[in-house]
């Protein structure tokens, strides 16, 4: 099998596995019990908390876990909604975001509050002046995230945080896709708020955590116990926050070396796709990039075909369109960056990690080769375009 589908998860890190396996079974202890084994986790929980807070340059009392990236991003558009509705009801965000934040806006829209999406060019880029525009005295937030999950595209982060700090605005990023992959700074970057899924960096699936700034006051979104410091409740995943934070630990040590392997790969099949492809457009931008993330539009074809074929090779990669009942519609991210919806549909994901080799990456491209050739002798779009470039005389 070659997995090239890391934006989707990543394989759990040995070190992580390794990290969780005594507390399931010799440190099953409630972590608020005072007895020992329950301590056990209790300070577990909270190394894991230094090692997350260490990777951010913040405080181990500003990360909160949560059940994933989801929740976080709930979290704090829910939470700020509530707390700051008092100040204005206007929140922006942008038309690339992840559902876990695009439907928690269409949530907050039927409560009453107003949402501005923000658009994005060509290369997924949000420009801050349209952001500078859209700013009202009842904006009381901004949530535009780090890197984007299909187009790989990173975001001006730090120019954001600049301008929501100097109109005393909160600034929330969902860094799902970058923690563990890229630096961070939250005190750089003027971060208040920020979303990250330990399963997207080499973490267990059902971790992640939200790292709120010292002063921001959030209400909770679960409501029971007094778990993480009485704002949410619930008790806590052990084996999950060990995990995440033992994946946040080996993320900090070798985190430029397995960029730079990832890059390697990425550039190797994003060279190779353009010059042996035919009619086929990268999306995103080409070096404000996640290390990972390869993004093409194959025209005349279906990116589902491309998968099914590319699986029966043993080759797991992923399309922009996102299968809602049965029906594809094509994806959002490619439609804001202004792709037609046929050429949407004709979209590959390739994720890699520093796992993948470039030994690997070559057998993709021959396989993508053969499979879109295949694809495009049955597409009647295809010959179309061929009758009338031989019409034109062009071919
Ligand atoms: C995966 C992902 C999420 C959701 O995280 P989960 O832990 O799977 O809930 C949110 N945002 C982005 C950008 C993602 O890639």
Redesign the pocket.
């Known amino acids: 099998m070659i997995y090239m589908d890391n934006?989707a998860t990543t394989r759990t890190a040995p070190e992580a596995v390794e990290a969780m396996l005594p507390y399931f079974s010799e440190y099953y202890g409630n972590p608020s019990a005072i007895y020992s084994p329950g301590c056990a986790g209790k300070k577990a929980v909270n190394q894991a908390r230094r090692a997350v807070a260490a990777v951010l340059g913040a405080r181990q009392e500003e990360i909160y876990f949560t059940s994933?990236?989801?929740?976080a991003?709930n979290w704090a558009l829910k939470a700020v909604a509530e707390a700051y509705a008092g100040k204005g009801k206007h929140v922006i965000t942008s038309r690339i975001e992840?559902h876990?934040i695009l439907h928690t806006c269409d949530f907050l829209e039927k409560r009453g509050f107003e949402v501005t999406y923000l658009g994005v060019d060509g290369d997924g880029l949000v420009d801050t002046k349209e952001l500078k525009a859209a700013i009202r005295p009842d904006t009381i937030l901004i949530s535009i995230?780090f890197a984007n999950?299909e187009i790989g595209t990173l975001e001006p982060v730090s120019e954001i945080g600049a301008i929501a700090r100097e109109h005393g605005i909160l600034f929330h990023t969902?860094a799902?896709?970058a923690f563990g992959h890229l630096p961070i700074s939250v005190e750089e970057l003027h971060i208040d708020m920020l979303?990250a899924?330990g399963?997207?960096f080499g973490g267990p699936k059902g971790s992640?955590f939200l790292y709120i700034r010292e002063g921001v006051k959030l209400p909770s979104l679960l409501h029971g116990g007094a778990q993480e410091r009485g704002r949410r409740a619930g008790t806590e995943n052990v084996p999950g926050i060990v995990g995440l934070g033992a994946a946040a630990a080996r993320a900090a040590e070798s985190m430029e070396e397995r960029a730079a392997k990832a890059r390697e790969v990425r550039d190797y099949l994003i060279k190779r796709i353009e010059a042996e492809i035919p009619c086929c457009r990268l999306n995103g931008h080409r070096t404000k990039r996640l290390p990972g993330n390869v993004s093409f539009c194959f025209q005349f074809i279906e990116g589902e075909s491309v998968l099914i074929m590319l699986d029966m090779k043993g080759i797991c990669a992923s399309s922009g369109s996102a299968c809602t009942s049965g029906e594809t519609d094509p994806s959002h991210v490619l439609l804001a960056i202004g792709l037609g919806q046929e050429e949407a549909r004709g979209s590959l994901r390739l994720s890699v990690s520093e796992e993948n080799t470039l030994e690997e990456a070559g057998f993709v491209v021959e396989e993508l080769k053969r499979i879109v050739a295949k694809l495009r002798k049955m597409s009647p779009r295809y010959e179309d375009f061929r009758q009338e470039a031989f019409l034109s005389g062009k071919v």
């Open positions: 934006a994933g990236g989801t929740e991003d992840h876990a995230m999950n969902d799902v896709q979303s899924s399963h997207k992640g």
